[in-house]
């Protein structure tokens, strides 16, 4: 089972979006770190290992710190996700 540490901008990211659309995204992520189940990949490029979760249009990129836990760093709709 794993769990998310959310970074303080990763959860004013989540506020932001409507309550339905981050309740889904946060069900995903339980689904997630329950089952290993969802659309999650290696981000191109990207020499810290970080990943990104695809919930729908949403992106979260997060990053595995061992023993089950994932830190969350970004919730961000697909257009906005990769920008730097």
Do not use: C
Request: proline residues 2%; hydrophobic residues 35%.
């Amino acid at each position: 089972m794993s769990r998310f540490a959310w970074e303080p901008t990763a959860r004013a990211d989540l506020r932001g979006i409507d309550r339905a659309q981050a309740l889904n995204i946060l069900h995903s992520l339980d689904r997630f770190g329950k089952t290993g189940v969802g659309d999650i990949r290696k981000l191109t490029g990207d020499k810290q290992g970080r990943l990104r979760f695809r919930v729908g249009n949403w992106r979260i990129i997060l990053k595995p710190e061992g023993h089950g836990i994932f830190r969350v760093y970004s919730v961000d709709d697909r257009k906005d996700a990769y920008r730097s």
